[in-house]
Nanobody, 124 residues
């Protein structure tokens, strides 16, 4: 069992930066691939980024590649999403999630546990 809680969202102007954090509890965090997803009003939840259990491999959606950076500190049971050069189209609720073993990181249905989300709003 993993419990997740996101923080760090807020209102920022276009071109600005935010760093999201996801604090996890549970013994399996250190062995789980972790992902970030986002959901804008009226849209489906979409993949943003993922990181393997040891941080050795990271994945990004094309829309955020080069602007967002995912990282983790297993000693702190925390995964981060550094978001730079933010655009209005990045506005959404951002969720972190823990991947089920053996499933593909890209799909929301592959994740077993979800946080409650944190709102990110980028003004133009």
């Amino acid at each position: 069992q993993v419990q997740l809680g996101e923080s760090g969202g807020g209102l920022v102007q276009a071109g600005g930066s935010l760093r999201l954090s996801c604090a996890a509890s549970g013994r399996t965090f250190g062995t789980s691939t972790m992902g970030w997803f986002r959901q804008a009003p009226g849209k489906e939840r979409e993949f943003v980024s993922a990181i393997t259990w040891n941080g050795g491999t990271t994945y990004y959606a094309d829309s955020v590649k080069g602007r967002f950076t995912i990282s983790r500190r297993n000693a702190k049971n925390t995964v981060y999403l550094q978001m730079n050069s933010l655009k209005p189209e990045d506005t959404a609720v951002y969720y972190c999630a823990a991947l089920k073993t053996g499933l593909h990181y890209y799909y929301a249905r592959s994740y077993a546990y979800w946080g409650q989300g944190t709102q990110v709003t980028v003004s133009s």
